[in-house]
């Protein structure tokens, strides 16, 4: 066939001028939907004049594949996909010996953490964490290693562009690097740190290996290594002094309290860029009250807006981290302090080491495990995340809201013991607190201290889950209608209500031209995609959770599809019931 020929002749060292044209031919010739994809991006790759914006277009469009899957014998530009399915990193083999397979099957994901080893060190974390210059813990260190070497094999994906030898390969990466846009690069000179431990699929690798009570015991010690690791001791030196500004932090709720709740959002990804706190206090007669305030991380920049609203003017005026603290550090000396997952206790720890103050020795949980012992059945289904609990426990609350996640942690950990929590309502919170009598501030002061019993039996059963109304429905912005050609390529169209959505989270028709602001999108799956939209084409730029939308949903040619606006750049999608 032309493009067995053309894919063939291409790989050689030396390109004919003959046959490169013969293929741009045979491209022209051939019926585009008879060519075998991986076959017709190559060609496409291989007869390009190796412009950077066409090598970045077709790095962001191509289809992620499995690490071993790299080529054993070609080399050129490639790039590393995380768990959530998004391009992290561009890199390329620009040393003449050295494959794709061995760069990213191998040194990538095999080698040794902090070594520009993406895979190995973004996911040095939790269970599969190690400190490789520790010799007391070498044994435990290299289980979790492996460990990680297996997670990325399952979980983790690579995008690769072949290219002759003739190439100046790292001229390209620089250029094509100078152009990507930040999401693309966020791990290119360390700009994200590790992630947080992805329990449901590590869980599910576990499964896989069949590992006996030796590993698990040993990759437990390094997750409590990992713990101690992120939030032991700070040997800093005594807090600067610093003018302290005239604010006022609200009053913490006076006790008793039988245990606490706490969770934060963050502004970016440095962990201890705190913006905001929320403690949830949970009294003998199992009623919650919540206290809630935002804080100024002193920070330019912000990431996750989109998720949790909060941006620096709605910071403007509100206590910093270092005026909160002795608030929190009273309030909750000696108590027990659940949080959902470790991210909390070491996002305090790395506000306190951004403030050089010593780090409070809270009696810190973690709710996550009280659920998976709770309700076992969600391992694998769906996991123990709030979103998930959420809909399985028939909890409401307004998730990426600290005070509102903090009340979700304590209502798991008060369900899991058999109780039902009485909420006092509405909670104590801080929005913007004024500085000085000439400055215009929104100040929420409400002391209604009313009492909402919830009225259900503890072991009253709950309703299924599609009897469970959905809360903060949000504003509907469109509907769309899906049509045969949206369910064989996977996407959705929203020419109706394009203009809806925000203007700079509009890009143009290729990857390469992305907008630089991207919107959340809810779509029901265990993890929320972000994305921009193509202008051209008006549909979500990512599509790969689309498929599995559809399948989930049975979504079929005629059927109808709402969205919402949930929050500023935050939608959710969803199949509308066929009467």
């Known amino acids: 066939m032309p ?31 008879l060519l075998p994809l991986a076959e017709f991006q190559l060609i496409r790759i291989l007869t390009m004049r190796f412009a950077a914006e066409d090598l970045l277009s077709a790095l962001l469009e191509a289809s992620p594949r499995p690490t071993a899957q790299a080529p054993r014998d070609a ?17 390329s083999t ?43 813990t070498k044994a435990d260190g290299d289980i979790a290693k492996a460990l990680r070497n297996e997670f990325v094999v399952d979980h983790c994906r690579a995008v690769w562009l072949p290219m002759p030898d003739t190439a100046d390969i790292a001229r390209l990466e620089a250029e094509v690097l100078s152009l990507a846009p930040d999401h693309a690069i966020a ?7 590790a992630y947080d431990e992805p329990v449901d699929l590590v869980e599910a690798t576990l499964r896989r290996l069949g590992w006996g009570a030796r590993e698990l015991a040993a990759i437990e010690r390094q997750r409590l290594r990992y713990l101690s690791a992120m939030v032991g001791p700070i040997s800093a030196p005594a807090p600067k002094s610093a003018a302290i500004r005239q604010t006022r932090v609200t009053p913490f709720p006076k006790g008793p309290f039988c245990f606490f709740a706490l969770d934060v959002e963050t502004a970016n990804n440095d962990r201890g860029s705190i913006c905001q706190i929320g403690v949830a206090c949970v009294r003998p007669d199992n009623s919650i009250e919540t206290w809630v305030t935002y804080v100024d991380p002193q920070v330019e ?12 003017r709605t910071v403007k005026g509100a206590p910093t981290f270092a005026e909160v603290l002795p608030v929190l550090r009273d309030a909750l000396s000696g108590a027990t302090v659940y949080q959902h997952s470790g ?13 050089d103050l010593p780090v409070p020795e809270w009696d810190w949980r973690d709710s996550v495990h009280v659920a998976r012992a709770a309700w076992p059945e969600l391992r694998g289904n769906g996991g123990h995340g709030l979103a998930s609990l959420k809909q399985h426990l028939g909890l409401v ?8 996640d903090a009340r979700a942690a304590a209502e798991v ?64 912005i469109g509907t769309a209608e899906i049509t045969q050609g949206n369910i064989d390529n996977n996407h959705i169209y929203l020419r109706s209500f394009f203009e809806e959505f925000p203007a700079d989270a509009i890009g143009g028709s290729n990857r390469a031209s992305a907008a630089q602001r991207e919107i959340a999108v809810d779509w029901g799956g265990n993890t929320v995609v972000t994305t921009d939209l193509d202008g051209a084409k008006k549909f979500f730029r990512k599509r790969g959770w689309i498929r599995e939308f559809f399948d989930r949903h049975g979504v079929r040619a005629g059927d109808m599809v709402t969205v919402e606006e949930i929050a500023p750049y935050s939608y959710r999608v969803a199949p509308q019931r066929r009467s």
Not at 78 to 88: A, E, I, K, N, W
Request: proline fraction near 6%.
């Open 3 to 33: 493009w067995e020929f053309c894919a063939k002749s291409l790989m050689t060292k030396a390109v004919s001028p003959f046959t490169v044209p013969s293929c741009r031919l045979a491209l022209a010739v051939w019926p585009i939907q």
């Open 75 to 91: 080399r050129g530009l490639y790039g590393l996909v995380d768990h959530h399915g998004d391009l992290r990193y561009i890199g």
């Open 94 to 136: 620009s040393s003449t010996d050295q494959t794709f397979y061995e760069r990213i099957h191998q040194r990538h994901r095999t080698g040794s953490e902090g070594m520009s080893h993406y895979f190995s060190q973004m996911y040095n974390t939790g269970r599969m964490w190690r400190d490789r210059k520790d010799g007391l």
């Open 187 to 193: 791990w290119n000179r360390r700009r994200m740190q």
């Open 301 to 312: 920049r912000w990431v996750f807006t989109y998720l949790h609203g909060i941006s620096a």
């Open 343 to 355: 991210f909390d206790r070491s996002a305090v720890a790395a506000a306190c080491g951004n403030c």
């Open 397 to 404: 609350f307004e998730h990426h809201d600290a005070g509102e």
């Open 413 to 476: 950990v008060l369900r899991a013991e058999g109780f039902q929590p009485v909420r006092m309502q509405p909670s104590v919170q801080t929005a913007r607190t004024a500085i000085a009598e000439d400055e215009d501030f929104d100040l929420f002061d409400d002391h209604d201290d009313t009492v909402m019993v919830i009225r259900e039996a503890p072991v009253a059963p709950l309703p299924p889950p599609d009897e469970i109304p959905r809360q903060h429905t949000g504003r509907l």
